[in-house]
């Protein structure tokens, strides 16, 4: 054994490199063990081509919570996050549905297209505002156990039925069903146009295995739309030089703090006796004590990849089993010569600086969930896509443009065929669609890379390819995430405890898990 840490944080992810920070801060003799040779785990910036620099995995940032980049002070480490110009939805018809932060320009646009729907945008945005509000409070709560008499669990129960009162009778109808309903059947009480409810639909699905109809993905929709930046609501951006410039800052003030961190340290094991976590084992063998171990990897990795069948309670391990992860989403990167021109809206203009949604009916989006139902990806999949060098130019060569495109549906368990074989053929679809909207892109694509859920699985540890570490969905979330009695960070073995998006309040690139996670830790260890 090497000399002992207070904690040993495995994954050098925003969150593992969050809860690290605020480890440290506190006085903690804190390690960071990262497998692979660049922090970030899916939030990092790597330069796949010369000259080219992607957020690979993750793309754009929201849900960064405020307190995180005010209590580490991160715009002193680096952070700097440029807004993203709305959001462009291009139409089979040669029409088209641009909604942009000017918020008078949008109401005359989808008047374009609906007067009925631009009176409800402003109430609908109202609503959601509301219970972004009411649920803002909860992403920072340690969650309680329903099951506990014990009064601090009671306390919190007894806040959120007193919030839930105070609450209008409208936002209280409205709450019941976004934690109840579809996000179509939820948006068609609002709005008639269909791209329109396609588009704000989409996010809905993102990280789940369902789709726009599925009951449980109006709750998706507001977890994503809780994102805000500068205290404004629904607000996306996008780091400059990338994703990854995000965990490199929250890595910066880690090390400030007095934070050891350590890359291409890939964990093998963690050390258990007595019950007790003592530790980690290395790949190459080392060992290294620990007082207390956190994880920020999904509890596959962890309990499973990392503990031994049976040392762990059966029920707590049959939970574990249970635990949904079922990728639906790829990513293809793309190097471009020049920018795509949109048949619905040609030119280089402000259009191309938001985010781009291939979305155009509720029946398109729909219709791609049902290949993925079967264990085909879609040939006509949901693409998000954001061109991050019109932005922040230092991304790319002078000239040249990157280009980001995350898809769904690309289930992790294909009926023919596997991904290896299926990858670039999974690629030639995503360019193929696109290009019916804007036929330059083949020609200026210069160079591709192609990630499947089972790439994300191999190379960032996502089981089945979630970006969430665990789908988004009902009987997943609050007290049950990620297992019934287990919510509140610790696990069945003392000393040991999660940090990652597998816990409350979720995925995204948000910080909450490894910062709630470090304040139970500092809690329990007084």
């Known amino acids: 054994m090497t000399r002992e840490y207070d904690v040993i944080v495995i ?14 801060r506190a006085g903690r003799k804190v390690l960071v063990l990262e497998r692979r040779h660049v922090l970030g785990g899916a939030a990092v910036t790597e330069e796949v081509f010369p000259g080219f620099k992607f957020s690979v995995c993750s793309y754009v940032v929201s849900l960064l919570r405020p307190e995180i980049i005010r209590e580490l002070d991160l715009t002193r480490h680096g952070l700097e996050i440029l807004p993203l110009d709305g959001t462009f939805t291009p139409m089979p018809d040669g029409n088209h549905l641009w909604r942009m932060n000017d918020h008078a320009r949008t109401r005359r646009e989808i008047t374009r297209h609906s007067r009925v729907d631009a009176e409800a945008y402003d109430e609908y945005g109202k609503a959601m505002v509301d219970m972004g509000r009411f649920v803002k409070p909860i992403l920072t709560m340690l969650p309680p156990d329903p099951t506990s008499i014990h009064p601090r669990d009671l306390r919190k129960l007894l806040f959120l039925v007193e919030r839930f009162r105070d609450l209008s009778r409208q936002d209280q109808y409205n709450l019941v069903q976004l934690m109840t309903m579809s996000a179509v059947d939820f948006l068609d009480q609002w709005f008639e146009t269909d791209v329109l409810k396609a588009t704000m639909s989409a996010s809905g699905i993102i990280g789940t295995f369902l789709g726009v109809r599925s009951p449980g993905t109006a709750y998706v929709l507001l977890h994503h739309y ?8 629904r607000s996306w951006g ?7 410039a995000i965990s490199e800052s929250i890595a910066s003030a880690a090390r400030l703090a007095g934070v050891e961190i350590r890359t291409q340290a890939a964990v093998a094991g963690i050390t258990i006796r007595d019950n007790i976590a003592r530790g980690i084992v290395l790949d190459n063998g080392d060992e290294i004590a620990a007082k207390v171990v956190a994880s920020s990897l999904d509890p596959r990795q962890t309990f499973v990849r990392f503990i031994d069948r049976g040392v762990l309670p059966a029920d707590f391990q049959d939970d574990i089993d249970r635990y949904k992860f079922r990728g639906s989403s790829g990513k293809v990167n793309l190097a471009l010569d020049a920018l795509p021109d949109f048949t619905c809206m040609p030119g280089t203009g402000a259009h191309l600086r938001g985010a781009i949604s291939i979305s155009p009916s509720v029946d398109y989006m729909e219709r791609a969930y049902d290949s993925a139902k079967y264990g085909r990806f879609s040939r006509r999949p949901y693409i998000d896509v954001v061109i991050p060098s019109l932005t922040d130019p230092s991304v790319a060569p002078p000239g040249k443009h990157v280009m980001s495109c995350f898809v769904q549906y690309a289930p992790y368990d294909l009926r023919e065929g596997t991904w290896d074989e299926k990858r670039e053929e999974f690629g030639d679809t995503v360019i193929q669609t696109l290009a019916e909207y804007a036929p330059n892109l083949p020609g200026i694509v210069r160079d591709r890379q192609v990630l499947t859920p089972l790439d994300l699985e191999r190379e960032w540890g996502l089981s089945e390819g979630n970006i969430f570490q665990g789908e988004l969905t009902l009987e997943q979330l609050f007290f049950l995430r990620p297992a019934p009695g287990w919510s509140q960070y610790r696990t069945p073995v003392s000393q040991l405890y999660m940090c990652g998006s597998a816990t ?4 995204g690139i948000m910080g909450a898990p490894g910062r709630n996670a470090a304040l139970r830790i500092l809690a329990d260890t007084k």
């Open 11 to 24: 994954g050098g992810g925003h969150n593992g490199l969050t809860a690290a920070a605020y480890l440290a």
């Open 226 to 233: 809780m994102g805000e930046i500068d205290g404004a609501f």
């Open 238 to 244: 996008l780091s400059r030089g990338g994703t990854g």
């Open 504 to 507: 409350h309040p979720g995925g």
